[in-house]
């Protein structure tokens, strides 16, 4: 069972630890610093900020130390706006930023190595963001074996079979931004991505156009749902079984809901929450056990049950999160 959070917060980052059936606030890290994500396994974590990377070693905690240390060599990028780890490989780090890059870490985040195609593709395509003055961001990672997805805002999705060495738009991602895309192809402005463990084809898209699905690897896609959305959770027993925050634009009408056949039809998941809410909607899902964390764009931080999904705030005196991020071992 997952005994440790760490959370991203505009001021810093929260340790929380379990405590019973509840989480407790343990200690405050990088404070005053912009936290935008956070990845945790092994006893480290990554956090990314404004300002690059800073990095959580559990055993210097243990000594008393400051347990968070500078871990931006090599980044030519300093705004972060993803980390993710390669599962089943140890110190395989990725790093998504603003303006859209990719880098990646082979040692735990002690160096980076920038993917250059991924920047030629910013410029080739003429990223951009509605909110920034940057060409895009990479806000999104996914993997299954070889297999590596990042999802590009406002550019589609970049996909790679060497594990992430290499970078290519997907076939079914136009390049350049595009809200109106033909059949079968994805809105580009994709916000999150979702891979399911019984394929490395079988994959899933919120955007800022709809909710997507595809199963042959990105080369082509069904859509879903005619929505604006950031955030979808897929069953990984059952990937006819997703939770979706669905909302009518940007934090306009945000609410939770739910589908068990595969997107053919939508049913609300938000007991115990006051929905639609009119500023606001879900950022990401994080799955911790048995239970569903959903960080709201306002800044709060909900969970749920998995069987149920009945809502409850969870340590409301933690402000402004970003990002959650269970310790894996």
């Given at each position: 069972m997952i005994g440790q959070l760490f959370i991203a917060t505009h001021n810093g980052v929260v340790e929380a630890r379990r405590d019973g059936d509840r989480w407790v606030e343990a200690h405050k890290g990088l404070l005053y610093k912009n936290v935008t994500c956070i990845t945790a396994r092994e006893g480290v974590a990554l956090a990314g900020t404004t300002e690059g990377i800073f990095r959580?070693?559990?055993?210097?905690?243990?000594?008393?130390?400051?347990?968070?240390?500078?871990?931006?060599?090599?980044?030519?990028?300093?705004?972060?706006?993803?980390?993710?780890?390669?599962?089943?490989?140890?110190?395989?780090?990725?790093?998504?930023?603003?303006?859209?890059?990719?880098?990646?870490?082979?040692?735990?985040?002690?160096?980076?190595?920038?993917?250059?195609?991924?920047?030629?593709?910013?410029?080739?395509?003429?990223?951009?963001?509605?909110?920034?003055?940057?060409?895009?961001?990479?806000?999104?990672?996914?993997?299954?074996?070889?297999?590596?997805?990042?999802?590009?805002?406002?550019?589609?999705?970049?996909?790679?079979?060497?594990?992430?060495?290499?970078?290519?738009?997907?076939?079914?991602?136009?390049?350049?931004?595009?809200?109106?895309?033909?059949?079968?192809?994805?809105?580009?402005?994709v916000h999150s991505f979702?891979?399911?463990?019984?394929?490395?084809?079988?994959?899933?898209?919120?955007?800022?156009g709809g909710f997507y699905r595809s199963g042959d690897g990105g080369e082509s896609w069904d859509y879903l749902y005619d929505c604006y959305c950031r955030a979808a959770w897929v069953d990984p027993n059952d990937p006819a079984h997703i939770v979706l925050g669905p909302a009518d634009g940007v934090d306009q009408n945000g609410r939770i809901e739910e589908t068990i056949d595969g997107g053919k039809t939508w049913t609300p998941a938000s007991t115990g929450l006051s929905v639609p809410w009119n500023n606001t909607m879900?950022?990401?899902?994080?799955?911790?056990?048995?239970?569903?964390?959903?960080?709201?764009?306002?800044?709060?931080?909900?969970?749920?049950?998995?069987?149920?999904?009945?809502?409850?705030?969870?340590?409301?005196?933690v402000r402004g999160v970003s990002a959650v991020a269970p310790m894996v071992e």
């Open positions: 959580y070693d559990s055993e210097r905690a243990a000594s008393r130390k400051d347990p968070w240390t500078p871990a931006s060599d090599g980044l030519t990028i300093r705004h972060i706006r993803w980390l993710a780890y390669y599962p089943g490989v140890s110190d395989l780090e990725f790093a998504g930023t603003e303006p859209a890059g990719i880098f990646v870490s082979y040692d735990g985040a002690l160096s980076w190595r920038m993917c250059p195609e991924v920047a030629r593709y910013r410029d080739k395509y003429r990223w951009s963001l509605p909110y920034s003055p940057q060409a895009g961001c990479v806000r999104g990672f996914a993997f299954h074996g070889e297999r590596a997805y990042a999802a590009v805002e406002d550019g589609g999705v970049l996909v790679s079979d060497d594990g992430g060495e290499t970078w290519q738009v997907a076939q079914g991602s136009r390049g350049p931004a595009d809200h109106d895309p033909p059949a079968s192809y994805i809105h580009s402005d979702e891979v399911h463990p019984s394929s490395p084809d079988l994959v899933f898209a919120p955007t800022g879900v950022e990401r899902f994080i799955q911790v056990d048995d239970a569903l964390l959903a960080v709201l764009s306002n800044g709060e931080l909900i969970a749920a049950p998995l069987e149920g999904l009945a809502w409850r705030q969870i340590l409301p005196d």
